[in-house]
């Protein structure tokens, strides 16, 4: 590409990145004047309306489409509107977590944020150990690491920054102000993280993100590619490992709960299973999002080639646009490589390719 038109490219992402980002910023700047709980009625309310517009919905219908097949069109579409409203909530409790971990922990019903089995939190905290606690990007996920720096408790949480610079920037700073020691996904992390458990402290991971290089396990019933870092760093330092989640319940508040800690399975040299571990951790997760599905994000391309065909459900959504308008099917034929005879090459949808840089890396 000529150097001068990659430029271009580049200035011209740059300036669609700061657009978006002052209009996020403008708008949680208006939601903090709001008292907390209309502001985030209202930033429930707008997304309703403004989610469905988006090519990002459509994703997320197709992903529903392929995790409850036994669900109606009317029961996906119900569930999709239900995680906008997730996350619109998400965003404004963001700017608003000093009132919510404020308003402290309760351990019966009535108080804003309730937390089971308080007595194994407070455990973690009384008796420093390595420990690894790991949860996905349900319901309100930042309150985790947010209550724990709150009350004491040492965990340090491996974080993937979002694709927009401004944002990513204001995010990382709110982050540390709130929510204790934060490595960014990137080379390196699993050194950094590792480092933390040899001064016996903890770890915290998200584990339901798309990954390219580790097992392959089975996600809602079909092949997904997993991230093995907690199972490698469990077999590495024996340690516990905690389930944990923050969910919405009624009248906007929030329960924090912290399991029992996962029994690892052993491979017959007696080390822990990198596989089996992976995909308990993987079914955990499942039973999470089963439970209450529009507490997840589904417009994220988790599945990558669930049919088997070459296409993301992601370039399934482009298609089907494609021939909405056009009345045929988007044909993209890959060039042979040397020697290959005409029938290697594998035909695709035009479109994007929803498989963008994982930042996350595993040494």
């Known amino acids: 590409m000529n150097p001068t038109l990659r430029q271009s490219i580049v200035t011209i992402i740059k300036i669609q990145e700061w657009l978006v980002a002052q209009f996020v910023f403008a708008v949680l700047a208006i939601l903090k004047k709001l008292p907390a709980r209309k502001a985030i009625r209202f930033a429930d309310t707008i997304a309703r309306k403004i989610g469905p517009r988006t090519h990002r919905h459509q994703l997320a219908l197709q992903n529903l489409e392929l995790a409850f097949p036994e669900k109606s069109k009317e029961e996906r579409e119900a569930i999709a509107l239900d995680m906008w409203g997730n996350m619109a909530r998400l965003m404004a409790e963001y700017i608003l977590i000093d009132k919510l971990i404020d308003s402290g922990i309760d351990t019966g019903e009535g108080g804003l944020i309730e937390v089971d089995d308080i007595e194994r939190f407070l455990d973690l905290v009384d008796r420093p150990r390595p420990f690894i606690v790991f949860t996905a990007h349900t319901g309100n996920f930042e309150l985790l690491p947010a209550i724990a720096a709150k009350y004491g408790l040492n965990v340090t949480a491996l974080f993937r920054p979002?694709?927009?610079?401004?944002?990513?920037?204001?995010?990382?700073?709110?982050?540390?102000?709130?929510?204790?020691?934060?490595?960014?996904?990137?080379?390196?992390?699993?050194?950094?993280?590792?480092?933390?458990?040899?001064?016996?402290?903890?770890?915290?991971?998200?584990?339901?993100?798309?990954?390219?290089?580790?097992?392959?396990?089975?996600?809602?019933?079909?092949?997904?590619?997993?991230?093995?870092?907690?199972?490698?760093?469990?077999?590495?330092?024996?340690?516990?490992?905690?389930?944990?989640?923050?969910?919405?319940?009624?009248?906007?508040?929030?329960?924090?709960?912290?399991?029992?800690?996962?029994?690892?399975?052993?491979?017959?040299?007696?080390?822990?299973?990198?596989?089996?571990?992976?995909?308990?951790?993987?079914?955990?997760?499942?039973?999470?999002?089963?439970?209450?599905?529009?507490?997840?994000?589904?417009?994220h391309d988790r599945w990558g080639d669930p049919m088997g065909f070459g296409y993301t459900p992601q370039q399934i959504v482009h298609a089907k646009k494609y021939f909405e308008k056009t009345g045929q099917w988007p044909i993209h034929q890959r060039r042979r490589k040397p020697g290959q005879p005409d029938s290697a090459r594998r035909r695709r949808p035009h479109g994007p390719r929803g498989q963008g840089r994982n930042k996350q890396s595993i040494e």
């Open 162 to 299: 979002p694709n927009n610079r401004y944002i990513a920037n204001k995010l990382l700073a709110a982050r540390r102000t709130h929510m204790g020691n934060l490595v960014p996904s990137r080379a390196g992390a699993a050194w950094n993280l590792a480092g933390v458990l040899e001064d016996n402290r903890g770890v915290g991971l998200l584990v339901d993100q798309k990954f390219r290089k580790g097992p392959t396990i089975q996600f809602f019933g079909r092949d997904v590619i997993a991230n093995p870092l907690l199972a490698k760093l469990t077999r590495h330092f024996d340690c516990e490992v905690f389930p944990a989640r923050c969910i919405r319940i009624d009248n906007d508040r929030f329960r924090l709960e912290i399991e029992e800690p996962i029994t690892m399975p052993k491979d017959k040299n007696g080390n822990i299973d990198i596989q089996a571990t992976t995909q308990i951790v993987s079914d955990k997760v499942e039973s999470w999002i089963r439970e209450y599905p529009g507490q997840w994000m589904w417009f």
